[in-house]
T-cell receptor, first 115, second 114 residues
Framework: ETGVTQTPRHLVMGMTNKKSLKCEQH?????MYWYKQSAKKPLELMFV???????ENNSVPSRFSPECPNSSHLFLHLHTLQPEDSALYLC??????????????FGSGTRLTVV | AQTVTQSQPEMSVQEAETVTLSCTYD???????LFWYKQPPSRQMILVIR????KQQNATENRFSVNFQKAAKSFSLKISDSQLGDTAMYFC???????????WGAGTKLIIKP
């Protein structure tokens, strides 16, 4: 049990489909993140939510839509994706205190394949 | 701009040997945090070790230790008595301010051979 749970573990979807990725943490953290990890590329931060408010959106295409209904849950809604969106999508959480930083706790990721 | 560089794309050592992974970073800040994360084939990114820049003492966690050289902006990870389970991608990361964004290196693939 990692503390951050992501579902599904694998997802294959067509370009016209709509699907959602789910992330759940029960660590009491107040910040949650979506990252995209593609082969041979550094991790790309997509979205950050702090206290359920989106504080960071790194120029992500509108076909990715995040939702944070409460401090324990984070969703990534997907629609009309492109093949180049195929990647590992990682969720993370942290306790963002000013003056200290204990790093992130990650989930195991969702391997997304767009066909 | 803040950057993190891992110059070794891949390394391979025999089990029980000691291995050092390099990481350099660029920043004008004086107070920040540095991390090493491990990502085994199971895909889970796991925090290995953390260093606070204002602390001169190098962080250690069991077989893992760092050599933090603040003036040189270097943050290498040493793994002693390496084990097969240490086989993974290792990422160095920097956190310098309060904008929630970690700056990541490209990673080093470490293979421990039996």
């Amino acid at each position: 049990e990692t503390g951050v749970t992501q579902t599904p573990r694998h997802l294959v979807m067509g370009m016209t489909n709509k699907k959602s990725l789910k992330c759940e943490q029960h660590l009491g953290h107040n910040a949650m993140y979506w990252y995209k990890q593609s082969a041979k590329k550094p991790l790309e931060l997509m979205f950050v939510y702090s206290l359920e408010e989106r504080v960071e959106n790194n120029s992500v295409p509108s076909r990715f839509s995040p939702e944070c209904p409460n401090s324990s849950h984070l969703f990534l809604h997907l629609h009309t994706l492109q093949p180049e969106d195929s990647a590992l999508y990682l969720c993370a959480s942290s306790q963002a205190w000013q003056g200290n930083n204990y790093g992130y706790t990650f989930g195991s990721g969702t391997r997304l394949t767009v066909v | 701009a803040q950057t993190v560089t891992q110059s070794q794309p891949e390394m391979s050592v025999q089990e029980a040997e000691t291995v050092t992974l390099s990481c350099t970073y660029d920043t004008s800040e004086s107070n920040y945090y540095l991390f090493w994360y491990k990502q085994p084939p199971s895909r889970q990114m796991i925090l290995v070790i953390r260093q606070e820049a204002y602390k001169q003492q190098n962080a250690t966690e069991n077989r893992f230790s760092v050599n933090f050289q603040k003036a040189a902006k270097s943050f290498s990870l040493k793994i002693s008595d390496s084990q097969l389970g240490d086989t993974a991608m290792y990422f160095c990361a920097f956190d310098g301010d309060s904008n929630y964004q970690l700056i990541w290196g490209a990673g080093t693939k470490l293979i421990i051979k039996p």
